[in-house]
């Protein structure tokens, strides 16, 4: 397996423009989650989902960020509009139903300018 | 909910020597506690876990943790350092029945020659 896949790598847009941050889980994996790294918060949790439901979306910073998962191949997190705040490393991840391990994707480093 | 505190946000060790980076977590219930490891661009891989069963857990690249319920830690160490063990470390900790993560701050280490 290819491992978790996210894209793009890297991505710059100008505010107020709108942002989509794509993921491809571990095939047969479960659960989903998207984190957020940014060296004065470290990394928090956002959202994930379990069988394409949004479990827990309590770390969504505002509703300007969106997540979507249309099945269990792919997510998508949306920012609209985008701000220089949101300036990060997001990272996607999956793990087995049963499974204590989280598989990390190379993250998709994001700059509002 | 659940934490957990990394002692010292960076840590320079000669290579060939110890490496000890230090977690500590917040709980009555002895949660699952891990370490995953971060190289620059990359995203995070499982170091080693600790799911109640050994307090002395082994992982990749010659990496150990012991869990010490009476400290509340999860310390992690290697006795000989290497160059490639240059990276950043995050200790991290989740509930028995949940799949989400709480990653401490994180440690990066260096390893002069």
């Known amino acids: 397996d290819a491992g978790v896949i996210q894209s793009p790598r890297h991505e710059v847009t100008e505010m107020g423009q709108e942002v989509t941050l794509r993921c491809k889980p571990i095939?047969?994996?479960?659960?989903l989650f998207w984190y957020r790294q940014t060296m004065m918060r470290g990394l928090e949790l956002l959202i994930y989902?379990?069988?394409?439901?949004?479990?827990?979306d309590s770390g969504m910073p505002e509703d300007r960020f969106s997540a979507k998962m249309p099945n269990a191949s792919f997510s998508t997190l949306k920012i609209q509009p985008s701000e220089p705040r949101d300036s990060a490393v997001y990272f996607c991840?999956?793990?087995?139903?049963?499974?204590?391990?989280?598989?990390f994707g190379q993250g998709t480093r994001l700059t509002v300018v | 909910a659940q934490s957990v505190t990394q002692l010292g946000s960076h840590v320079s060790v000669s290579e060939g020597a110890l490496v000890l980076l230090r977690c500590n977590y917040s709980?009555?219930?002895?949660?699952?506690l891990f370490w995953y490891v971060q190289y620059p661009n990359q995203g995070l891989q499982l170091l080693l876990k600790?799911?109640?069963?050994?307090?002395l857990v082994k992982g990749i690249n010659g990496f150990e943790a012991e869990f010490k319920k009476s400290e509340t830690s999860f310390h992690l160490t290697k006795p000989s350092a290497h160059m490639s063990d240059a990276a950043e470390y995050f200790c991290?900790?989740?509930?028995?029945?949940?799949?989400?993560?709480?990653f401490g701050a994180g440690t990066t280490v260096t390893v002069r020659a």
């Open positions: 989902f379990n069988n394409n439901v949004p479990i827990d």
């Open positions: 709980s009555s219930v002895p949660p699952y």
């Open positions: 600790y799911t109640s069963a050994a307090t």
């Open positions: 991290a900790v989740s509930d028995l029945n949940d799949y989400k993560l709480s």
């Open positions: 095939s047969g994996h479960d659960y």
């Open positions: 991840a999956s793990s087995l139903k049963g499974s204590t391990e989280a598989f």
